[in-house]
C-alpha cells in the first residue's frame, strides 16, 4: 500500500522549469502562526507556486485548506496575503476553504473547482500522497517539490515522514477500500 502510493509520483515530479503548464497551480494548505502568517513548511510551498505562477506555468493558484475562522486559523486567507503581498493578482487566486483534507483538496479541485489539470506544490514528503489521490481524483496532475527554505529540525522532518507514512495507508484505503474518491469527478 505504502509503496503503491510512492509508486503513483514516479514520472509525474518535475523541476519547476520542466514541469508542463496546466489549469492552475494548486497549494494544499497547512499550519499558520496565531497572528495568520505562514509557518515555514507553508511558506515553502507558496514561494515554490509563486515562482511557477511567474513562469507562466497557470494563470491561477488554487490555495486550498481550512478557511474562514480568526486570523490564526484560516489558512486560505493567510495563503492570499502572502502571494498578493509579492505581487500575485487577487484575480488569479482561487480559495478553496474547504479543503480540510489532501483527499477534499483534490476532490474540490476536480469536482467543484473545475480543473482538469494542476501542479501540485507541496513539501517533498506530501508529494507522493497528494500525486495518488489526484490520480484517483480524475485530476491530471504534476507535481513540484517545494524547496525546504528553513532550517528544519530533524525531529520535525523525521515526524512529517512518521506521519506520512500513515497517511499514505490511510490514503490508499480511502481510494480502494472506502472509494472515496469515486463520488467527486465532475463531468
Not at 486560505?76 to 487566486?93: D, F, Q, S
Not at 506544490?121 to 485530476?139: D, E, I, S
Not at 507514512?165 to 472509494?179: C, H, K, N, P, Y
Amino acid at each position: 500500500m505504502h509503496a503503491h502510493v510512492l509508486a503513483s509520483a514516479s514520472g509525474r515530479v518535475f523541476a519547476p522549469e520542466s514541469v508542463p503548464a496546466a489549469d492552475c497551480i494548486l497549494v494544499p494548505g497547512a499550519r499558520i502562526h496565531a497572528d495568520g502568517r505562514p509557518f515555514g513548511m507553508l511558506v515553502d510551498r507558496l514561494q515554490a507556486a509563486h515562482d511557477l505562477f511567474v513562469r507562466g506555468k497557470a494563470t491561477r493558484i488554487v490555495l486550498s485548506g481550512l478557511g474562514g475562522g480568526g486570523l490564526g486559523t484560516d489558512e486560505v486567507a493567510a495563503m492570499r496575503r502572502w502571494l498578493e503581498a509579492r505581487g500575485v493578482p487577487a484575480a488569479a487566486l482561487v480559495d478553496d476553504p474547504a479543503g480540510l483534507r489532501t483527499i477534499d483538496t483534490m476532490r474540490r479541485c476536480r469536482g467543484e473547482l473545475g480543473m482538469r489539470s494542476a501542479i501540485v506544490v507541496t513539501n517533498p514528503f506530501h508529494l507522493a500522497r497528494c500525486l495518488f489521490l489526484a490520480q484517483h481524483c480524475g485530476l491530471d496532475a504534476h507535481g513540484v517539490e517545494a524547496p525546504l527554505l528553513f532550517d528544519y529540525s530533524t525531529g520535525t522532518l523525521v515526524r512529517n515522514q512518521g506521519r506520512e507514512v500513515l497517511a499514505r495507508l490511510w490514503a490508499w484505503s480511502e481510494v480502494f477500500v472506502l472509494g472515496r474518491t469515486s463520488q467527486s469527478v465532475g463531468g
